[in-house]
T-cell receptor
């Protein structure tokens, strides 16, 4: 079946530094990937749609300059949290479109803690 | 605009019993799909079952079945013969109209008791 690999699974960083999270489709090509954020005990909130070879489409209220998304190839999208602050601490999870799972396969998520 | 509503923040069930998790939705689309995902404490999102709005039969996948009532705009998940490993968060979701992106309900936390 379709597999989406997300790394790292956990990361702790200092306030003011940047963190990059990778999302890879291992056995299929994904022209579109999605990045979600999830606070504890809450639902997934879509942050942005990552489009291969073009700019990402951000949801209302998401800071483009803080959450940089790059989708340089059909198998890789990256989310960079720039100048991270403690309030950016959250669970970030990506998904990619694939035909096998009716269009959506999720990565395993990244738990970001900013100290 | 589409909306997914899950009104049960938490549910518990005895092991081996069946449980129904509620999901109602609102959409103006004629053709749409509904998903259920399981999220254990590890955080991964596990696809459980999918129902297309034009599917004549209710979807079933092993112990999971979907009680799809189109007129009521409900797509409840039924888990039969609950197991301890079923304890997790469960999310109902549907694609946003005209886009690939999924919108999620608030989720239901299921606890299976021995």
């Amino acid at each position: 079946g379709a597999v989406v690999s997300q790394h790292p699974s956990r990361v702790i960083c200092k306030s003011g530094t940047s963190v990059k999270i990778e999302c890879r489709s291992l056995d299929f090509q994904a022209t579109t990937m999605f990045w979600y954020r999830q606070f504890p005990k809450q639902s997934l909130m879509l942050m942005a749609t990552s489009n291969e070879g073009s700019k990402a489409t951000y949801e209302q209220g998401v800071e483009k300059d803080k959450f940089l998304i790059n989708h340089a190839s059909l198998t890789l999208s990256t989310l960079t949290v720039t100048s991270a602050h403690p309030e950016d601490s959250s669970f970030y999870i990506c998904s990619a479109g694939d035909r096998a799972n009716y269009g959506y396969t999720f990565g395993s998520g990244t738990r970001l803690t900013v100290v | 605009a589409q909306k997914i509503t899950q009104t049960q923040p938490g549910m518990f069930v005895q092991e081996k019993e069946a449980v129904t998790l509620d999901c109602t939705y609102d959409t103006s689309d004629q053709s749409y799909g509904l998903f259920w995902y399981k999220q254990p404490s590890s955080g991964e999102m596990i696809f459980l079952i999918y129902q297309g709005s034009y599917d004549e039969q209710n979807a079933t996948e092993g112990r999971y079945s979907l009680n799809f009532q189109k007129a009521r705009k409900s797509a409840n998940l039924v888990i039969s013969a609950s197991q301890l490993g079923d304890s997790a968060m469960y999310f109902c979701a549907m694609p946003h109209s005209g886009y690939n992106k999924l919108i999620f309900g608030a989720g239901t936390r299921l606890a299976v008791h021995p």
